[in-house]
């Protein structure tokens, strides 16, 4: 069986895919993976996939680029003749739908999160519901990570019931993020870490603000942020905003990284304060190492944070309730904050492991391919 796979980067693909991408290929899939050109094809090649570098402009919003993307797929599609398409992010979504439609390719949608322009309000919100509606009227699938996003879609009329299906993220190796043990022992110098794509809507100026507060409370703490900066995003932080904050002494910057887990084994306490996510894939790799976790109660983080058992939700772009969670995982003892790691670790064996994933979406293609031959 081919697969195609079409995102806007290989930077997505690469970082919150790769697992999937190759246990597609060990299972005996053929997998062609469609993506603007970067360095981390190579990644993707190592694991076996076929990579056909593809030009998209992901963040502009002129008709004529989108409709050459649109007959650029349509090409691809029609020459690697593939069995199934699975689209990740909005351009591939929409203009491969439509490009797939044209030649009756079965066609699986995944809406990993909303982003800022369809919740937004204004002219562009309504022009991306409009082009979600059409794009996916026919699409066979459309997978979401969250229930809340699902109900959305449907409440606006963008899915019917039968297309649209629940998995839990993009997976978890549970192999490669293995437990490790707390680095603040004492109890008296807690390292909480906000990793991701620094943005705005990330909760970040929220996590800096928390940090002022509980700096006052318990000088030992150390509040550090890991990602890229300077991305392409209008909610982007600046990076002479973060040199402020670091010459400030409030914040550690950690860089860029290809690979999380040092990081993460770096800090006893993983926090994202994001105004709404599809499915966090920072916070299931931190709980799946044992990391206790502070998270904004939005859809995607309560699906991966318990309450008072793997780690705290607290109010959405409230820096005081950010630093009241935080504060809580403060006062808690080395043991204490070790038994919400494990929780949390039990929890993404039980519900985000990789293996869950990779089955939902070869069900749900095979059901598919059944079905369009033989109509």
């Known amino acids: 069986m ?52 593809v030009f998209m402009d992901c963040k502009g919003t002129h008709p004529w680029q989108d409709g050459r993307l649109l007959l650029r797929l349509r090409s691809w599609y029609q020459r690697l003749q593939p069995d ?10 929409i203009y491969g739908s439509l490009a797939a439609r044209s030649l009756g390719v079965p066609v699986l949608n995944t809406i990993t999160g909303l982003g800022t ?26 997978i979401f990570q969250n229930p809340d996003d699902r109900q959305l879609f449907l409440d606006h009329a963008l899915v019917q019931p039968q297309q649209a299906m629940l998995v839990p993220g993009s997976g978890i190796d549970t192999q490669r993020f293995l437990p490790c043990a707390l680095p603040d022992q004492d109890g008296h110098s807690p ?21 002022r507060m509980l700096k006052a409370r318990c000088p030992g703490a150390r509040f550090a942020l890991l990602g890229f900066l300077d991305v392409e995003n209008v909610s982007a932080i600046s990076r002479a905003q973060m040199d402020a904050w670091v010459a400030e002494g409030v914040i550690e910057y950690w860089g860029e990284t290809h ?10 306490c993983v926090v994202l304060p994001s105004y709404r996510e599809g499915m966090p894939r920072t916070l299931l790799e931190a709980a799946a190492m044992a990391r206790p976790l502070v998270a904004s109660d939005v859809p995607g983080c309560r699906e991966v944070v318990s309450d008072g058992v793997n780690g705290f939700l607290c109010e959405v772009k409230s820096a005081a309730a950010l630093a009241q969670a935080m504060a809580q995982v403060v006062t808690l003892s080395p043991a204490a904050r070790q ?32 079905h369009i031959n033989k109509s």
Request: charged share 20%; with cysteine.
């Open 84 to 93: 199934a398409v699975v689209h990740y992010t909005i351009k591939p979504v």
């Open 2 to 53: 081919k697969l195609c796979v079409v995102a806007n980067s290989a930077w997505n693909l690469a970082n919150f895919r790769l697992g999937f991408l190759k246990a597609l290929v060990q299972r005996g899939w053929e997998v062609h993976v469609l993506v603007p050109d970067g360095p981390e094809t190579t990644l993707m090649r190592d694991v076996g996939c076929h990579v056909h570098p």
């Open 117 to 142: 322009a369809f919740l937004s309000v204004g002219w562009l919100q309504s022009m991306v519901r409009y082009l979600y509606r059409v794009a996916l009227r026919q699409a066979h699938v459309v």
């Open 191 to 211: 390292v909480f870490l906000l990793l991701g794509r620094i943005l705005r809507d990330k909760g970040v100026v929220e996590y800096v603000e928390a940090a």
């Open 339 to 370: 038994v919400l790691g494990n929780a949390g670790r039990s929890r993404v064996e039980q519900a985000f492991a990789l293996d869950q994933v990779v089955d939902c979406y070869l069900q749900a293609i095979r059901v598919v391919v059944k």
């Open 259 to 268: 690979d999380v887990r040092p990081m993460i084994a770096r800090a006893d």
